[in-house]
């Protein structure tokens, strides 16, 4: 299996630091707000990297964090005059519930921020005692960037070249760093705003020691895969790692793997240019599966352009796989034949290469575009060559592979045996259209088929009342 690894640039071989195992860390959302469209594709990308590896039969310990807290949480809880964790877990809350609708798993486990601040303390401690921080007059502690000899080995940026864009903060005295380049781990409390205690101040930590000291505490010092959007490698992921690697003398992750931008009708998404959709705007417009689809329609590493009409190509896709379960499902309904024909036997041979190609594409560093034309194939595979003599063991196997290969990609294309509200009321309508033009028979046919399917109806006088069985 391949990765692009942004540390190297280049595609490498993935070998798990223990075998059959993998420990991925995913930046997580900051919560003051319902997450974005943008936010959704590293979810979407790594939840599926995460399902492949689970295919290959690996045991994941999958970490994502919530960041909560922030400048922008306390700004909005100060706006709503209530406490910042009110804010916060609002909005941890609303995450998750878009997560679930876009079929992205629960990590393993989610630290948030404000429940780790002991390790973030601890962690300080030890880069202030090997020397790679310092504590300024009024509390604040830095990192000590020139003390870390590696700094900007993954955004591949030269220390001098940085220094450079930012003398003139030192200059205007912006603080009290030894070094423009060096970064907040931990700064003093304002007026209003949460604060814990430190032998430095009262305070509360900058951003990018939380990720180095959860990592470290729900996966170990060294883990397999770090992720995110392609704007964290710089500053957030080239912080981490100097953190993590100054404090506990090990290497941080093994591949770093960044998921390209999201844009909006081939513009960057942003309130200000009045483009900007929440997760939650864009679900009332289009099927969950259909976001979902549409994500994996391109490689993580491709932007990722949003559009009607590409929404409306990946419904159109997502459809085809849909369609194809269902009359795969109907004609084994109907199957006669139980048993594999010696035929049946060879075609489902054949057929293992749509399998092959959807292992092959994902193994070259996840290519969702040409896993999902895999898919396909086996569709198109299973329409040609299947029929009404076609034996149920044959197409119970078509089934099957079609929606593993699809659960790799967070897809459920068999539709569910219920019923759906809506599908009911439909058919309660066309029963009283179907009594009102006196058809008996076709009002009876479709009393009969709800029942089969465990809905009752009731006629009363305000009308028909249905209820599940
Ligand atoms: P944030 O809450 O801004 O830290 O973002 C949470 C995650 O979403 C990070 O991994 C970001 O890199 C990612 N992200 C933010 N905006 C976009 C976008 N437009 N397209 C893709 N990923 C994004
Ligand atoms: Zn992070």
């Not at 491709?302 to 499902?329: C, D, H, K, Q, Y």
């Amino acid at each position: 299996m391949k990765i692009y690894n942004t540390l190297s640039k280049t595609k490498e071989e993935f070998k798990p630091i223990t075998p059959g195992e993998v420990r991925m860390y995913v930046c997580g959302p900051t919560v003051y707000n319902l997450i974005h469209i943008g936010n959704a594709r590293p979810m979407i990308v790594f939840d599926t990297v995460r399902r492949y590896f689970e295919y290959k039969n690996y045991k994941v310990n999958y970490v994502s964090n919530f960041t909560d807290v922030d400048d922008k949480i306390i700004k909005k809880a100060v706006e709503e005059g209530v406490e910042s964790a009110e804010i916060s877990e609002r909005y941890i809350a609303e995450c998750k519930k878009d997560m679930e609708a876009l079929h992205v798993r629960p990590a393993t486990t989610h630290p948030q921020a404000t429940q780790e601040i002991g390790g973030m303390l601890e962690m300080i401690e030890t880069l202030i005692q090997k020397g790679h921080a310092y504590v300024a007059q009024d509390g604040t502690v830095y990192f000590r960037v020139r003390s870390f000899r590696e700094y900007g080995k993954l955004s591949h940026k030269n220390l001098d070249d940085l220094e450079g864009g930012k003398r003139s903060l030192l200059v205007s005295g912006e603080d009290q760093k030894e070094d423009p380049l060096d970064f907040v781990l931990w700064k003093p409390k304002k007026e209003g705003e949460p604060y814990w205690e430190s032998s430095w101040c009262d305070g509360r930590p900058g951003w990018h020691i939380e990720c180095s000291v959860m990592s470290r505490k729900y996966l170990g010092e060294e883990i397999d895969i770090h992720a995110g959007g392609e704007d964290l490698i710089f500053p957030h992921h080239e912080n981490e790692i100097a953190q993590s690697e100054a404090a506990n003398g090990k290497t941080f992750a093994r591949y770093w793997m960044h998921n390209a931008f999201l844009n909006i009708n081939n513009k960057k998404m942003s309130k200000s240019a009045g483009n900007f959709f929440t997760v939650r705007d864009i679900l009332e417009k289009y099927e969950p599966q259909v976001v979902r689809f549409f994500m994996l329609s391109a490689h993580y590493r491709s932007p990722l352009n949003f559009s009607a009409e590409l929404m409306e190509a990946a419904a159109n896709g997502l459809e085809r796989i849909v369609t194809a379960v269902s009359n795969l499902n109907f004609l084994l309904e109907k199957a006669e034949n139980a048993q594999l024909r010696a035929e049946e036997e060879r075609l489902l041979e054949e057929a293992k290469e749509f399998t092959m190609k959807f292992e092959e594409a994902m193994e070259d560093d996840f290519n969702t575009a040409d896993a999902i034309a895999a898919i396909f194939e086996l569709v198109k595979f299973a329409n040609t060559n299947t029929g009404a003599d076609s034996s149920a063991a044959y197409l119970s196997e078509l089934i099957d592979r079609i929606k593993e290969l699809s659960d790799v990609c967070g897809l459920a294309v068999e539709k569910k045996e219920g019923l759906l509200d809506d599908e009911i009321e439909a058919l309660i309508e066309e029963r009283q259209a179907a009594r009102k033009a006196r058809n008996f028979g076709r009002a009876d046919e479709i009393r009969e088929e709800l029942a089969a399917r465990g809905i009752l109806l009731e006629d009363t006088r305000e009308g028909v009342k249905w209820k599940r069985a």
